[in-house]
T-cell receptor
Framework: NAGVTQTPKFRVLKTGQSMTLLCAQD?????MYWYRQDPGMGLRLIHY???????AKGEVPDGYNVSRLKKQNFLLGLESAAPSQTSVYFC?????????????FGPGTRLTVT | AQKVTQAQTEISVVEKEDVTLDCVYE???????LFWYKQPPSGELVFLIR??????QNEISGRYSWNFQKSTSSFNFTITASQVVDSAVYFC???????????????FGKGTHLIIQP
């Protein structure tokens, strides 16, 4: 039982490049989330999904797209990376809506955009 | 809109001292949930506690205790007899109950960096 895994762990991109971050969970959770963590800012919600095939915007969605084609996977895409997207990205999953169920976090992906 | 404030950016204490981390929240909902997470230097997020708005009982878990006061919209976290291993960034977070149209997810405070000196 791996819990929540994220791929890759580290990545350096040049401005304008694209990439996809993969989040996978093996707990059969319906709900999945992407957050970004910036120094002194705490975590902020980018996008979330309440089930396979559904996605919704969070607090800071601009510049990102997501897809949830399979229940266990939640992908975060950057179509044209910008230095402002340098951050640590955390994926989380939950068996219930965020209040009623604990969110399980992945180990994070450190992304640097130069 | 919901908001979480952790006014203490950094706290430094000597080992074995007690330390309290403050958390003040804002929400319009009567049903909501409060959380504390720990982020050690390794970077992962460790769940510590979840409390719903209808349960104001204080909770103790070993050296950790939490004081929830709706009257002051606070959910403070105390570590008794601190240890070096407690050094981490601690986040308080809030989630409002699902209303069928609002955004899901947690709203985090900016975190308090706790340094325990030997």
């Amino acid at each position: 039982n791996a819990g929540v895994t994220q791929t890759p762990k580290f990545r350096v991109l040049k401005t304008g490049q694209s990439m996809t971050l993969l989040c996978a969970q093996d707990m059969n959770h319906e709900y999945m989330y992407w957050y970004r963590q910036d120094p002194g800012m705490g975590l902020r919600l980018i996008h979330y999904s309440v089930g396979e095939g559904t996605t919704a915007k969070g607090e800071v969605p601009d510049g990102y797209n997501v897809s949830r084609l399979k229940k266990q996977n939640f992908l975060l895409g950057l179509e044209s990376a910008a230095p402002s997207q340098t951050s640590v990205y955390f994926c989380a999953s939950s068996y219930a809506l965020s209040g009623t169920g604990e969110q399980y976090f992945g180990p994070g992906t450190r992304l640097t955009v130069t | 809109a919901q908001k979480v404030t952790q006014a203490q950016t950094e706290i430094s204490v000597v080992e074995k001292e007690d330390v309290t981390l403050d958390c003040v929240y804002e929400t319009r909902d009567t049903t909501y949930y409060l959380f504390w997470y720990k982020q050690p230097p390794s970077g992962e997020l460790v769940f510590l506690i979840r409390r719903n708005s209808f349960d104001e009982q204080n909770e103790i878990s070993g050296r950790y205790s939490w004081n929830f006061q709706k009257s002051t919209s606070s959910f403070n976290f105390t570590i008794t007899a601190s240890q070096v291993v407690d050094s981490a960034v601690y986040f308080c977070a809030l989630s409002e109950a699902w209303s069928g149209g609002g955004a899901d997810g947690l709203t985090f405070g900016k975190g308090t960096h706790l340094i325990i000196q030997p």
